[in-house]
């Protein structure tokens, strides 16, 4: 019986190993699953971070305002007074002070008789509208209706052309048929004094009688007629006479044209005539006043037929530039605008803006303007003057009792002028205390600090502030440039490639490279954008 026991003591242990590698054998069934889910999260997650989307920084195309300065550092100093003289020489048209006056910042003190280059500006500002205009129509593309409106712009220019110069002819017609029976009165006037006083062989008798056979023969068509009577000269009626008889009977342009011609010859022979005859003693006091009456009225009617004349040729010109104009018009209309035009008409807009430009800095040198405020000291300008170039005018001391003596690199000194506005803050007041201040003078020699050019520049404080003293560390920020309501980006995004600017614009969820063209760099970080890209387009930083 202990014998059975034991044996089924044996058998129970064995039965508990072999359950312990049953269960042992068991556990991989448990794991599997779990390392099947690992690895397919870990497949989603690589999934995912390879087919995420790129994602960029962008800053939107904008319009506003973009500063241009010219930040430099100097040093206070007293004032000193400043001397001003025009830029080039030429004859004063306008004196606007004393000396005593108190100025403004800006004021015009003396100016040249600048009225041809004023006239030259409105010619150029005019053009640069045009050009301007121009731009706009073929950048928005050619409507029906706009053709329709060239061709009519060129039926009319034409119509007006017509009527123009119809006009010009009748006036020379009437203006020519006086001048003939004037002329004509002139030359009878002269022959009565011919016959009484100068009938011989002396010099003055052949003289006239020479200027007077030139008269009758250009005038009335008459050859030899040097010594022809009264009678025989009031029947004729060849020569520039008959043309305008011609003339008023078919008036062409060119019978007209013809008669002008004509009649401006034999005028001036006749007057040749009337200043051959000299002045004797033995003239009656009426006849002395019918040869000077005779002489003014030939003269003013050689000005006149001159004039007239010049009007129609003058008015012919305008004519044929106004129809091809209008033809260039239509022609383009029709067309249509490719973008080589447009980029041409770019260019003219550049080109009519430069010659504003250039015009408005030859007009400034015209003009002496204050460039602070203060007291004349000195002026010895007056009107109808003739001055030279850099003789000193004007002298003014300052209102303010300091000003900052700085100096500007070379890359940066032609964007500064006299007269720019500019905020100064000094190192012993910190960056939160401004003061505005004027630039007054800029040396025109370099003076090399450290090895490179520099201008001396002089600013003046706009007002008298106890606070400055001499010998402050002035930081100033002088405003070179602003321009308004201009497209803008951050200059960051603007990079440059084979000579030309450069920038990548988002095009959906891809990015593109865009040509532009940029202008001015603000002070703020942006530059102006003058081509190539719109407002509100997203450009990568």
Request: glycine letters at 6%; proline letters at 2%.
């Amino acid at each position: 019986m202990q014998q059975q026991n034991s044996d089924f003591s044996d058998k129970g242990g064995d039965m508990e190993d072999i359950e312990q590698k049953k269960s042992f054998l068991k556990r991989p069934k448990v794991f599997i699953p779990i390392l099947v889910i690992l690895a397919g999260i870990i497949a989603v997650s690589i999934y995912f971070s390879v087919t995420k989307k790129t994602e960029y920084n962008y800053a939107e195309v904008k319009k506003g305002t973009i500063l241009q300065e010219v930040s430099i550092t100097g040093r206070v100093k007293p004032a000193e007074s400043v001397d001003l003289a025009f830029e080039q020489g030429g004859k004063i048209g306008r004196v606007n002070i004393n000396i005593g006056d108190k100025v403004y910042k800006g004021q015009t003190l003396v100016t040249l008789d600048n009225s041809s280059i004023l006239a030259q500006l409105s010619q150029a500002e005019a053009n640069l509208s045009a050009e301007k205009a121009r731009l706009d129509e073929l950048k928005k593309g050619t409507r029906p209706e706009e053709i329709q409106l060239a061709d009519t712009t060129l039926n009319n220019a034409k119509t007006q052309a017509y009527v123009d110069l119809q006009n010009d002819y009748d006036a020379a017609l009437t203006a020519i048929q006086e001048a003939v029976v004037k002329g004509k009165n002139a030359i009878l006037d002269l022959t009565d004094l011919q016959f009484k006083y100068f009938t011989g062989n002396e010099q003055d008798d052949l003289e006239i009688s020479d200027a007077k056979r030139e008269a009758v023969l250009s005038l009335l068509g008459q050859s030899n007629a040097g010594r022809l009577g009264t009678e025989s000269i009031s029947k004729l009626t060849g020569g520039a006479y008959g043309s305008v008889q011609i003339a008023v009977q078919n008036q062409t342009h060119e019978n007209i044209d013809k008669a002008l011609t004509e009649t401006l010859d034999g005028l001036q022979k006749v007057m040749l005539a009337l200043n051959a005859v000299p002045i004797k003693s033995e003239f009656l006091s009426t006849e002395k006043v019918d040869l000077s009456t005779n002489k003014t009225t030939i003269g003013a009617s050689v000005t006149t037929v001159s004039s007239k004349e010049q009007a129609i040729a003058t008015q012919k010109v305008t004519n044929a530039n106004n129809i091809q104009s209008a033809e260039d018009n239509l022609a383009l209309k029709k067309a249509g605008s490719t973008p080589e035009q447009i980029a041409a008409q770019f260019a003219k807009v550049s080109s009519s803006e430069a010659s504003v430009q250039n015009i408005k800095a030859q007009l400034s040198k015209t003009i002496i303007f204050s460039p602070i405020g203060g007291v004349v000291t000195k002026q010895d300008a007056k009107v109808g003057e003739i001055v030279s170039t850099n003789v000193i005018l004007v002298s003014l001391i300052s209102a303010s009792n300091f000003e900052i003596e700085a100096y500007i690199p070379e890359v940066d000194v032609s964007k500064v002028t006299k007269g720019d506005v500019s905020t100064i803050t000094l190192d012993a007041y910190g960056k939160e205390t401004d003061f505005m201040a004027s630039v007054v003078s800029i040396d025109p020699a370099e003076t090399v600090i450290e090895g490179v050019a520099t201008y001396k520049t002089i600013l003046q404080f706009n007002e008298n502030d106890d606070r400055i003293k001499s010998g402050m560390t002035a930081n100033i920020d002088i405003q070179t440039e602003i321009k308004d309501d201009v497209l803008k980006v951050p200059a960051r995004a603007v990079y440059t490639k084979d000579g030309k600017r450069y920038i990548e614009v988002l095009d959906g969820e891809n990015k593109k490279e865009v040509e532009i063209k940029t202008g001015i760099r603000g002070s703020e970080g942006d530059i102006e954008v003058l081509e190539g890209l719109k407002e509100g387009e997203k450009v990568i930083l």
